[in-house]
């Protein structure tokens, strides 16, 4: 005879098998660290009831998964915002250190001296005639005695004749005179020249200042050191049938790559009261007072205030920021996993007690 088949028997060996199945389908699935353990789970891997009537519930889980959803955009969003300030201060960061180190700081200084190194007076007369060159000192210039006459000088006159920079075929002649050194006592040079040209509208005679006189004296060309200067140097004139006078001021600049010195002058006129006759008055007089102005050198060197140190201190905390941003989305996808692999295993509890 056919034995009847247990239909709890068949119903027991049919879930058994499918539990199985189960297992060895995802067995990593369904796993979880020991020191994570699931929310609402008791010590032996068993689901409390109250745990299983709260997520039975479908508003408990379209509330949880709104809520898992806002949250996620919010860390995006977060870490996107992060990044891009990040990115916003790099290139902030490299922009002001570029501009600083094309444009830097012009930082003026003063200093102090007993005396300057006298100075080189070169003057270019032309057809005018030297008259008279005399040092004098505390601003005390004695009248002037038969003026248009020439007289004794106690200057250091060095002559130079040298073709221009400029043009190269036009001869020049210059008359180089050691200047004044003695600031304190207000040492100053007085000079007088004549010229006899009535038939020009306008006089004048050019000038040129030039740091050292004894750089002249040790130079083995001299024409060739008029010719350096002449292209270095700024040119003035004095005019004539005045006395011109001229305070000097000495400016040393620092640059990147090498010194430089020039100087600066305030010049005051004076017209001339001519009293000679009206026969020698033809003769167009022209005089000129060289002086130091102050015992102040003024030093202007250039500084860069960009410092690298701050610039790579700035960096190093902006990539930081980049780090615990990637640190942050990292935690985040991480949390978004743990989260799918929850709703996957709590999905595959509902299946199992429905089977």
Known sequence: MLRKANPRSSYREFSDEDEGEGHTQSPDLYDESPEDPEEGEEPNGRISPE????????????????????????LIFIYLLLTAVAAFLVYQTISDFLDKLNHPVMS?????????????????PGRAQLLSCRHHYHD??????????????????????????????????ALVVRGPSDVRNKELIFMQFSHNETEEDFSAITYMLFAKFSDLNDSRNQSEFMRDCERNYSMWTFSGGFRTWVKMSLVRTSGKSNDAIEFRQESTVVKFNDKRPESEQSNQLFFAVFEWRDPFMQEIRLIVTANPWNSIAILCGVFMAFFKAANFAKLAIQWINRMRKRHLRNKARELNQIA
Request: net charge negative; glycine share 6%.
């Open 51 to 74: 745990d299983d009537l709260r997520e039975s519930s479908p508003s408990m889980r379209f509330s949880k998964a709104c809520l898992k959803n806002v949250f996620t955009v919010a």
């Open 140 to 173: 005390s210039i004695p009248p002037l005695v038969n003026p248009g006459q020439p007289q004794e000088g106690d200057c250091v006159i060095t002559n130079v004749t040298y073709f221009g920079p400029f043009t190269n075929q036009t001869e020049k002649r």
């Open 108 to 124: 003026v200084t003063y200093k102090e001296v007993e005396s300057f190194s006298p100075p080189g007076i070169a003057v270019y």
